[in-house]
């Protein structure tokens, strides 16, 4: 595996990599069927998932380390070596973390919910509207951190392939499987009609929620659960919670009227998890 050295900005060989913000922004990227990893760590999983990764650009200081990566992965792709100046140029923004890669979105766009893990698992989430990038990427995060088996998103949640909501991630948004849904109540409802044990819970603000503590993960008859999260803002859609099973609420400071979604998905999800 030769890397391969550019020092043109018009090479065609760097136009996956041009205008890399500008074209994450406008949705452009998940047009094309593909999305941008960013760091060496993020590169490293994807190199993890036999044929997702179709080329890297790395700068001359991590090149050594990508290509060993690559060989280490036995991956067959394109290595493109720049200097740091040329990247920031191409990307039109300084990437000095040094590594950009570019993965095919199609193996991990294409799930369906009827489907494993999400018709099998015990413990899924469900993100209703959550729109803010960096919240989507700690909730993948924590749902890794406490055995969740797949993530549900409403069409109206942000993209959890975007370059930055990988990286808050820590890559998890790779690995744990994820499906959309255009209708997520009638999402939710259908699963419930399959597993007659499957429950809905809520996460919500307001006190006649039942505490989350009342649902124990450890317990031996933990039923399968579904824990929705909502935005920041418009919360959970009455539509959902129509059909769930309960709403629950974290118990915090009467002074404070919330938490951030991904810290209350956190501590919700470590309630429900079976993880000792």
């Given at each position: 595996m030769l890397p391969i050295r550019i020092t043109d900005i018009d090479d065609p060989r760097l136009s996956d990599y041009r205008f890399l913000r500008e074209r994450d922004?406008?949705?452009?990227?998940?047009?094309?069927?593909?999305?941008?990893?960013?760091?060496?760590?993020?590169?490293?999983?994807?190199?993890?998932?036999?044929?997702?990764?179709?080329?890297?650009?790395?700068?001359d200081r991590l090149a050594p380390r990508v290509i060993a990566a690559a060989q280490a992965a036995?991956?067959?792709?394109?290595?493109?070596?720049?200097?740091?100046?040329?990247?920031?140029?191409?990307?039109?923004?300084?990437?000095?973390?040094?590594?950009?890669?570019?993965g095919?979105?199609?193996?991990?766009?294409?799930?369906?919910?009827?489907?494993?893990?999400?018709?099998?698992?015990?413990?899924?989430?469900?993100?209703?509207?959550?729109?803010?990038?960096?919240?989507?990427?700690?909730?993948?995060?924590?749902?890794?951190?406490?055995g969740v088996g797949g993530v549900i998103l409403s069409g109206n949640s942000h993209d959890p392939l975007y370059r930055k909501v990988v990286r808050v991630s820590m890559g998890y948004a790779l690995r744990i499987p994820f499906a959309w849904s255009d209708d997520l109540s009638a999402t939710l409802a259908r699963m419930k009609s399959q597993r007659d044990d499957l429950r809905?819970?809520?996460?919500?603000?307001?006190?006649?929620?039942?505490?989350?503590?009342?649902?124990?993960?450890?317990?031996?008859?933990?039923?399968?659960?579904?824990?929705v999260v909502?935005?920041?803002?418009?919360?959970?859609?009455?539509?959902?919670?129509?059909?769930?099973?309960a709403c629950v609420r974290i118990s915090i400071a009467s002074a404070v009227d919330s938490l951030n979604a991904a810290v209350a998905a956190s501590i919700c999800l470590h309630r429900l998890s079976n993880i000792a």
């Amino acid at each position: 595996m030769l890397p391969i050295r550019i020092t043109d900005i018009d090479d065609p060989r760097l136009s996956d990599y041009r205008f890399l913000r500008e074209r994450d922004l406008s949705g452009a990227r998940r047009a094309e069927g593909v999305f941008v990893g960013e760091t060496l760590p993020i590169l490293e999983t994807m190199l993890t998932i036999p044929g997702l990764t179709r080329s890297v650009l790395t700068s001359d200081r991590l090149a050594p380390r990508v290509i060993a990566a690559a060989q280490a992965a036995r991956c067959d792709l394109s290595i493109f070596v720049v200097d740091d100046a040329l990247m920031q140029q191409t990307a039109g923004f300084d990437v000095h973390r040094g590594v950009l890669a570019i993965g095919t979105r199609g193996q991990l766009d294409a799930r369906s919910v009827s489907e494993a893990p999400f018709a099998t698992d015990r413990l899924l989430v469900a993100l209703d509207g959550v729109g803010n990038m960096d919240n989507v990427g700690a909730i993948f995060r924590s749902a890794a951190a406490f055995g969740v088996g797949g993530v549900i998103l409403s069409g109206n949640s942000h993209d959890p392939l975007y370059r930055k909501v990988v990286r808050v991630s820590m890559g998890y948004a790779l690995r744990i499987p994820f499906a959309w849904s255009d209708d997520l109540s009638a999402t939710l409802a259908r699963m419930k009609s399959q597993r007659d044990d499957l429950r809905i819970l809520c996460a919500v603000c307001h006190g006649d929620a039942r505490d989350i503590a009342q649902f124990d993960g450890r317990a031996r008859s933990t039923p399968p659960t579904v824990l929705v999260v909502g935005g920041e803002y418009a919360g959970i859609s009455p539509a959902v919670r129509a059909i769930s099973t309960a709403c629950v609420r974290i118990s915090i400071a009467s002074a404070v009227d919330s938490l951030n979604a991904a810290v209350a998905a956190s501590i919700c999800l470590h309630r429900l998890s079976n993880i000792a």
